[in-house]
């Protein structure tokens, strides 16, 4: 398990500028790689006259704190406490389908049948974190597990199938975006039965 400590906080806390945290599944290299090749593929087939997302910004997000300027180090230190509670096995994802969202005009890739490790990981982390009275932003929308691939499409697609991708998820990790920069990933923790 990889979590920062005070002093890490304390020199990303002095980055300047808006702070977007996440907590989410976190793809290997090697699955980074099959996702952009799946949707380029999609591009191709489909011409979404779109931006894609770089590889190394994928992710499924999997609770969202919410966007924080300054950086705030004792929400941080809450949730990583929170986040070392959760208690769950391995489970396997199938990313095996396409579709967008229009009132956000992304395209994304999912899952036909969500495994219950996901919903599980969703609750658990969920109530850690609410005990540790870290607030998280809810959505208005169903909970509905993606991740995205295009942003600014113009044209919307209905769900279709894609590519299988398998993914074992083994952690899930607590994410730091800032505008222009690349993502921090602030901390990692593994998932054990």
């Known amino acids: 398990m990889m ?9 990303h806390a002095a980055q300047d500028g808006m702070h977007r945290l996440f907590f989410a599944l976190w793809p290997d290299e090697s ?15 489909h011409a979404p006259g779109a931006r894609p997302l770089r590889p190394d910004r994928n992710h499924l997000t999997r ?7 300054p950086f705030p180090p004792r929400l941080i230190e809450d949730a990583c406490a929170a986040a070392a509670t959760v208690r769950l096995a391995p489970f ?3 990313l095996d389908c396409a579709g967008s969202f229009r009132g956000s005009n992304v395209w994304w890739l999912g899952s036909h049948s969500m495994p219950p490790g996901l919903q599980q990981l969703w609750d658990s982390l969920g109530q850690a974190l609410l005990q540790a009275r870290v607030r998280v932003k809810s959505s208005t929308q169903p909970f509905a597990p993606h991740l995205t691939i295009q942003r600014d499409v113009r044209r919307h697609i209905a769900l279709l199938p894609a590519a299988p991708l398998r993914w074992h ?16 990933v602030v901390g990692r923790w593994p998932l054990t039965a």
């Open 169 to 184: 998820v083994g952690e899930f990790a607590l994410i730091d975006s800032q505008p222009g920069r690349p993502y921090t």
């Open 3 to 11: 979590q920062p400590g005070l002093s890490g906080l304390s020199e």
């Open 63 to 69: 609770q969202f704190l919410g966007d924080f300027h």
């Open 92 to 94: 396997e994802l199938m």
């Open 31 to 45: 699955l980074r790689k099959r996702i952009d090749e799946v949707a380029a593929q999609l591009e191709r087939e």
